[in-house]
């Protein structure tokens, strides 16, 4: 994600208030904890509302978010170079192929040769687990841009069979993620994953398909992605996964006035098990 789009986004959302009444963030910028937390709070409120409630009567969602949860993971890249601390990108996947694959971003693994060690966590788990890079398929540029990685899980993950379904303009999609690695406790506290630290659930987003070719959709309830939910997983109704998100774009109206919408992957574009 770009820094200055991330900035103006955390920048709009300021004046942001919680249920209640009381103001999530006293400062001139919330912190991505008060931006998460805000966040949250509108998925709650989608569930909660009567209005909205009537497009989603069976919390299909709710339940989709709830059991696919189980084969997302939080992504970390680590890079060694000479003294100091190591420098890391992390990324969010969705665990694929009975247990075996990891997708996400294709810009996320991009450098990935380049690192030392490439490992995911699953969630609700305390423990890191290596993968090799199979494949990366990063091209923003050309007609058919695609951003998608892939990743050999050394000792498959027991995880709920995940289907690829085919985007639908107007669906609603519920995305799971661990921005800035950050995920959500037992308890439905905010908290970043650590090697001794709680087990941890995504976070929900819900969102709306835009448009299909290229895929591309809109933020309905939840927090606009920050750095590390690229890879994210979107799930339709029907629990199969339809896209992994890439970027988070901006489009002027005029000088005084921006949308933003999602970039998103179809996973049909993904290669065939053995041809990897």
């Keep these: 994600m770009r820094a200055i789009l991330l900035s103006a986004v955390l920048a709009a959302l300021c004046a942001c208030r919680g249920d209640g009444g009381t103001s999530i963030a006293g400062a001139s910028l919330l912190t991505p904890f008060d931006y998460l937390a805000t966040g949250l709070d509108g998925v709650r409120r989608f569930h909660g509302d009567g209005a909205a409630g009537a497009r989603d009567p069976d919390r299909r969602l709710d339940e989709v978010a709830s059991?696919?949860?189980?084969?997302?993971v939080r992504v970390e890249v680590r890079r060694y170079s000479g003294a100091g601390r190591p420098s890391r990108t992390l990324a969010t996947g969705v665990v694929l192929d009975g247990g075996r694959t990891t997708a996400t971003?294709?810009?996320a693994l991009s450098n990935a040769q380049d690192a030392d060690r490439v490992r995911v966590r699953p969630s609700g788990r305390t423990e890191d687990m290596d993968v090799a890079v199979t494949e990366v398929r990063f091209e923003r540029l050309?007609?058919?841009s695609v951003d998608l990685g892939f990743a050999e899980l050394a000792t498959p993950v027991d995880v709920p069979v995940v289907?690829?379904?085919v985007p639908e303009v107007g669906a609603l999609l519920v995305g799971l993620s661990?921005?800035?690695g950050i995920g959500v406790t037992d308890s439905g506290s905010l908290q970043h994953a650590r090697p001794d630290g709680a087990p941890l659930q995504p976070i929900?987003?819900?969102v709306e398909v835009l448009s299909v070719e290229p895929l591309r959709l809109g933020l309905?309830?939840?927090s606009m992605p920050l750095r590390g939910a690229s890879g994210s997983p979107f799930f339709d109704r029907d629990g199969r996964c339809v896209g992994i998100l890439s970027s988070v774009e901006a489009t002027y109206a005029n000088d005084e006035s921006s949308s933003f919408s999602i970039a998103a992957s179809p996973l049909r574009s993904r290669p065939a098990p053995d041809a990897r």
């Design 67 to 72: 059991t696919s949860s189980a084969a997302v």
């Design 105 to 107: 971003a294709g810009h």
């Design 142 to 144: 050309s007609i058919d």
């Design 163 to 165: 289907e690829i379904g």
């Design 220 to 222: 309905v309830a939840g």
């Design 178 to 180: 661990f921005p800035e």
């Design 204 to 206: 929900p987003v819900i």
